[in-house]
């Protein structure tokens, strides 16, 4: 079972503000990947990566950015928070396998943007 | 694009109880993953079907999978009220040509009542 962890886990602040999303396994995980998932819906992949340096969008467009500088580290930035951003954002990882790729998913961030 | 759809959204059942739970997929793919979600927090892995006419159980969950038919099945025996829950099943995007991760189905919010 992985270790996945993200801060914080409950996030409210206004309109404008600059935040991190921060998101850390401990299982050498090289495939990581950021979902949003609205109250009672579906999750949406929005951002992922298949390691150090590579990141890539997923299918639900979003005005959010991330990085891979290390493997166990995989932060998603707003530069400017909107109401329209309030939602909750899991954070997963998985090992690059052949034959499975289950991605286990940290406790989500809950964000509030008023 | 690949779609997944579970049927029934909602499902209100007695203890007790036998029900199934479906979902079908829209592309070819021979992964497919059930969740579990609890109100309020993040996603439990509970099964991997990693090809055709895979079968496996855990408790009073069993879960399969025809990929020619492009369905799986979820199916609780004797439900007890401990497995209230959302329950979702998503679909590997690499199979399916699109980008990496995983298309989640729109879950299943299973209530059981005494």
């Known amino acids: 079972e992985a270790d996945i962890y993200q801060t914080p886990r409950y996030l409210v602040i206004g309109t404008g503000k600059k935040i991190t999303l921060e998101c850390s396994q401990t299982?050498?995980?090289?495939?990581m990947y950021w979902y949003q998932q609205d109250p009672g819906m579906e999750l949406h992949l929005i951002h992922y990566?298949?390691?150090?340096?590579?990141?890539e969008k997923g299918d639900l467009s979003s005005e959010s950015t991330v990085s891979r500088i290390r493997t166990e580290h995989f932060p998603l930035t707003l530069e400017s928070a909107r109401p329209s951003h309030t939602s909750q954002y899991l954070c997963?990882?998985?090992?690059?396998?052949?034959?499975?790729?289950?991605?286990?998913f940290g406790p989500g961030t809950r964000l509030t943007v008023l | 694009e690949l779609k997944v759809e579970q049927n029934p959204l909602f499902l209100s059942m007695q203890e007790g109880k036998n029900y199934t739970i479906y979902c079908n997929y829209s592309?070819?793919?021979?992964?497919l993953y059930w969740y579990r979600q609890d109100p309020g927090k993040s996603l439990e892995s509970l099964f991997v079907?990693?090809?055709?006419?895979a079968v496996k159980q855990e408790g009073r969950l069993m879960a399969s999978l025809d990929t020619k038919a492009r369905l799986s099945t979820l199916h609780i025996t004797a439900a007890v009220h401990d497995l209230s829950a959302t329950y979702f099943c998503?679909?590997?995007?690499?199979?399916?040509?699109?980008?990496?991760?995983?298309?989640f189905g729109k879950g299943t919010h299973l209530i059981i009542q005494p």
């Open positions: 990566s298949y390691g150090v340096n590579s990141t």
């Open positions: 998503a679909v590997d995007m690499y199979s399916g040509g699109g980008a990496d991760g995983l298309t």
């Open positions: 299982m050498g995980h090289d495939k």
């Open positions: 997963a990882s998985s090992e690059w396998g052949v034959y499975t790729d289950t991605q286990y």
């Open positions: 592309t070819t793919s021979d992964r």
């Open positions: 079907l990693l090809s055709n006419g």
